[in-house]
T-cell receptor, first 112, second 115 residues
Framework: DAKTTQPPSMDCAEGRAANLPCNHS???????VYWYRQIHSQGPQYIIH???NNETNEMASLIITEDRKSSTLILPHATLRDTAVYYC?????????????FGDGTTLTVKP | DGGITQSPKYLFRKEGQNVTLSCEQN?????MYWYRQDPGQGLRLIYY???????QKGDIAEGYSVSREKKESFPLTVTSAQKNPTAFYLC??????????????FGQGTRLTVV
């Protein structure tokens, strides 16, 4: 799996959009971008994934650059409950979901 | 409700004792995984299993053992050979390989403290 680079920490004001970047410059053509988050002392939770098109679900939006070397997870209206560690992962389609490499992620702190 | 259950949430053991962490899932997933997480760090894969009666070592398997006798269960034993067992342990499951739609579902973790 390709390596990802994320900033160690970010702050966001409550109600504002949180934009979390991820660099994956060595991503391969068959690798998807996945995002998970981990609230303190809980197990990680899947958020969203994509290949090359932008994706949106009830939790977030995922914007992937045209060259696929980076992506941004957008939480449109951050709340205090969005404070968590966010992990960006790239994974090939033919590998087990649980064998993904979870690095140190980005600690997002949403402030009132 | 379908999900993955780890028990207990907190566990204390004396140094030199083996301890077994429970992980049960009712999602009918083929694959199960165990991770270790140390404070402020990401997850490291200990063992994984793609099918009953089969499992493979992950990145940090030394000092740990697992079994997969049933599809629903994947217990992890932390042996006395593990030099620094105090950590947060996470179990996960997924449908398996071969589908881009699969994601891993995680339990709530067991925090093991060895004194």
């Amino acid at each position: 799996d390709a390596k990802t680079t994320q900033p160690p920490s970010m702050d966001c004001a409550e109600g504002r959009a949180a934009n979390l970047p991820c660099n994956h410059s060595t991503i391969s053509g068959n690798e998807y971008v996945y995002w998970y988050r981990q609230i303190h002392s809980q197990g990680p939770q899947y958020i969203i994934h994509g290949l090359k098109n932008n994706e949106t679900n009830e939790m977030a939006s995922l914007i992937i650059t045209e060259d696929r070397k980076s992506s941004t997870l957008i939480l449109p209206h951050a709340t205090l409950r969005d404070t968590a560690v966010y992990y960006c992962i790239v994974r090939a389609v033919n590998t087990n979901a649980g064998k993904s490499t979870f690095g140190d992620g980005t600690t997002l702190t949403v402030k009132p | 409700d379908g999900g993955i259950t780890q028990s207990p949430k907190y566990l204390f053991r004396k140094e030199g004792q083996n301890v077994t962490l429970s992980c049960e899932q009712n999602l009918n997933h083929d694959a199960m995984y165990w991770y270790r997480q140390d404070p402020g760090q990401g997850l490291r894969l200990i063992y994984y299993s793609q099918i009953v009666n089969d499992f493979q070592k992950g990145d940090i398997a030394e000092g740990y053992s697992v079994s997969r006798e049933k599809k629903e269960s994947f217990p992890l034993t932390v042996t006395s050979a593990q030099k620094n067992p105090t950590a947060f342990y996470l179990c996960a499951s997924s449908i398996g390989s071969g589908s881009r739609y699969t994601e891993a579902f995680f339990g709530q973790g067991t925090r093991l403290t060895v004194v």
